[in-house]
């Protein structure tokens, strides 16, 4: 792999982590609006929970 190539992969990595941690933000904020008496701790399950079942459901 060229330097080149190893540092537009890890650029692209670090976006991809980006946007990820911006999809949980924007999803828990969403939760949050809807069930504004959970706490950020039952928010950050319930996003991880979504994800499971997401990633499940893509492997059946």
Request: no cysteine; hydrophobic share 35%; glycine share 2%.
């Amino acid at each position: 792999m060229r330097p080149s190539d190893a540092e537009d992969a890890a650029r692209r990595l670090r976006q991809s982590l980006e946007l990820f941690e911006a999809q949980k933000e924007l999803n828990k904020a969403g939760d949050a609006a809807a069930h504004p008496h959970l706490t950020d701790q039952e928010l950050e399950r319930r996003f991880w929970r979504r994800m499971r079942a997401r990633k499940e459901a893509q492997w059946n």
